[in-house]
């Protein structure tokens, strides 16, 4: 293993690399925009429901009920049909998702302490937002209940009481219960994985589709040290990469990492080094640009995506997706980024997905290497 | 060097149940330009890349410069240099940084660099190109490029694979004029053809036909023995001819 054949091997990279277009359009403009898509587009929230009430009533306590449901940051009072059939209507095009019914004689029945029934209509087409939905209109009523309740005993002469139970919430590691602040994480470790496995899975593949494969077994290169200088420029663009959109990070969302930066790089590290050794296994295997780039794409970029933990929950997945989502290096990446950027957490507390991925680094290395021999390296 | 620079015995080589290369034995004396020539698919390009150390041969024995052919083609492969008209140069890389490749992968001390990659230029004549991509420079040029960097790092055998095939007649003989001036400073020069009238610069050469030698010697001994009586034959005349009469 000499220093200047993987210097000479890495510098002939970088020079492939900055003479070609497509491969620094992916290398850059993509980061910037999965950022911008994922930070801005993919909000899990659910805030601003637009909502649309039919009042059949007409009281001034209709009337109030309306106008504190859309002060509720959680609704917005955008259409007032003037009956149940034009609300069908505007849950049919998707202008509302949330359908609000007060029928004749509701203020009325609330004056009488009768029970006043309320309609409410949710869309339920995206199960996400209905159920988020459901949980603050259900919310939103009890407060109302509740302050009903002691106006009424107010009225009677008694004593207020008070609920038996009641329950106060504090959410922790991600208090304002923003999932920009667990995208952010998520979107790293996808990037890592687009720059890093699909970038490297067309190096090798490019050497043989140009012929100069035959050229690298003619020379005194060693597996090792092909593998070596293969990975160096595109793990510093990857590293290059994970910086921009930490930074991005904070600039436009103002997510700041709570624990130690170096940490933070030291896990970034190892996982790139997950990411380019199967991006370049891939590509030795495959032999083709095309196959390799669709190949990288099935069993690095939709695994990181879908199974790590990012966009579905593992603990809601069937238990073979969840053993197989003990696979995917981006679990465990995501799970040290989480642990860093939520919760404070220390190496003490990570180190199980640390070593997962040194691990899974360790035998792609050794699988790349093994690959490469048999190629006559 | 030793006075054989390429010495093999029962060479084999097979990929799968097709035999491409049938217990050949030669060898090559240091300093002769020795001609290796065969029909395309006679087993010409296996043989080079298993003397090269690109691949490993079957069965038999060998050694290249002085080291093993199984257990030592590393060694190899840093002590010959080696050149194909099949294979190139990076073509997105300009001449200059193809050279500087190969001065790094051949382990070239970077205080020798200057001096080399001026020689480089000087013998191949394209100093004037030398930043613009390769992929740019016609045929001829990029040939000369690649022989420049097999002998980057001053071997003193060196294996050519067709180095002449879809070049002019005028790069052919500037070709041919650089080769004998390589072997007049000692190289070993090992070339493989499928032009019997390039024969005509080997000393000796060995012919090859469907995995098997068919006949070995200098071209005048060849033509002599297999067409005694015919003295204006050439060695296509005699490859011909032993074509006809089968595999002996």
Redesign the interface.
């Known amino acids: 293993m000499?220093l200047?054949?993987i210097?000479?091997?890495a510098?002939?990279e970088y020079?492939?690399l900055i003479?070609?277009f497509r491969s620094l359009y992916l290398a850059f403009i993509i980061p910037l925009l999965l950022i911008l898509l994922f930070g801005y587009a993919l909000s899990l929230d659910v805030e601003h429901v637009p909502t649309a009430v039919v009042d059949h009533d007409r009281t001034p306590e209709s009337r109030d009920f309306i106008l504190r449901l859309d002060a509720s940051v959680y609704f917005d009072v955008v259409a007032r049909p003037p009956s149940a059939a034009a609300l069908t209507e505007l849950l049919d095009r998707n202008r509302v998702i949330l359908g609000v019914v007060i029928p004749p004689g509701w203020g009325a029945g609330l004056s009488a302490d009768r029970v006043a029934p309320l309609q409410i209509v949710i869309d339920g087409s995206d199960p996400n937002t209905a159920g988020n939905t459901r949980a603050f209109i259900t919310a939103f009523i009890a407060r109302a209940n509740e302050k009903n309740l002691l106006d009424y005993l107010n009225r009677q002469g008694r004593e207020p009481v008070r609920p038996p139970v009641e329950g106060r919430f504090r959410v922790w590691f991600n208090e304002d219960l923003e999932s920009r602040n667990f995208i952010v994480p998520g979107i790293i470790a996808v990037i890592i994985m687009i720059v890093g496995a699909l970038l490297t899975s067309l190096v090798i593949a490019r050497e043989y589709e140009?012929?100069?494969m035959?050229?690298i077994?003619?020379?005194?290169?060693?597996a090792g040290e092909f593998f070596l200088g293969k990975a160096i420029p595109y793990f510093f663009i990857t590293l290059i990469d994970v910086l921009v959109a930490i930074l991005m990070g904070q600039v436009l969302f103002g997510i700041v990492m709570k624990s130690s930066f170096w940490l933070m790089i030291l896990a970034s590290t190892v996982y790139i080094l997950v990411a380019l050794g199967t991006g370049l296994l891939i590509s030795v295997k495959t032999r083709s640009q095309l196959v390799a780039n669709q190949l990288a794409v099935l069993v690095t970029y939709l695994p990181s995506l879908l199974l790590s933990d990012f966009v579905f929950p593992q603990q809601n997945m069937p238990p073979v997706l969840q053993a197989v989502s003990k696979l995917v290096p981006a679990t465990y990446y995501i799970d040290i980024l989480n642990g860093l950027y939520l919760r404070s957490l220390s190496f003490g507390q990570l180190w199980p997905s640390f070593l997962m991925l040194a691990l899974m680094a360790a035998l792609i290395g050794a699988l790349n290497i093994r690959a490469l021999q048999r190629e006559?390296l | 060097m030793d006075a054989e620079a390429v010495a093999v015995t029962d060479l084999v080589k097979r990929f799968g149940r097709f035999t491409a290369v049938d217990r050949i034995s030669f060898s090559v004396r240091a300093g002769e330009i020795f001609g290796f020539l065969g029909p395309n698919g006679a087993g010409k390009s296996t043989t080079i890349r298993m003397l090269c150390g690109i691949i490993t041969p079957t069965s038999g024995a060998g050694h290249v410069a002085g080291f093993d052919l199984f257990r030592g083609s590393e060694r190899i492969k840093q002590s010959i240099g080696y050149m194909s008209q099949k294979f190139s140069l990076y073509p997105d890389l300009t001449p200059f940084e193809n050279i500087r490749f190969y001065l790094g992968i051949y382990n070239v001390p970077p205080p020798d660099w200057p001096e080399r990659i001026e020689w480089v230029f000087t013998m191949t004549r394209l100093s004037t190109v030398r930043d613009r991509p390769t992929r740019e420079l016609p045929p001829g040029w990029r040939q000369r490029l690649a022989l420049g960097c097999a002998l980057l790092h001053r071997p003193r055998l060196l294996f050519l694979d067709e180095p002449t095939s879809g070049v002019d007649p005028i790069t052919r003989r500037h070709f041919w004029d650089f080769i004998r001036q390589l072997t007049a400073q000692g190289v070993t020069v090992f070339v493989t053809t499928h032009y019997m009238d390039e024969a005509r610069h080997c000393d000796r050469v060995v012919m090859i036909n469907a995995g098997r030698i068919v006949a070995a010697g200098s071209p005048a001994e060849i033509v002599a023995r297999v067409l005694p009586d015919r003295p204006q034959a050439d060695l296509g005349d005699a490859f011909v001819a032993l074509m006809q009469r089968g595999a002996p």
Not at chain 1, 217 to 222: C, F, G, K, T, Y
């Open positions: 000499t200047r054949r210097q000479a091997i510098r002939k020079y492939h003479r070609d140009n012929g100069t035959e050229t077994r003619s020379l005194p290169v060693r006559g």
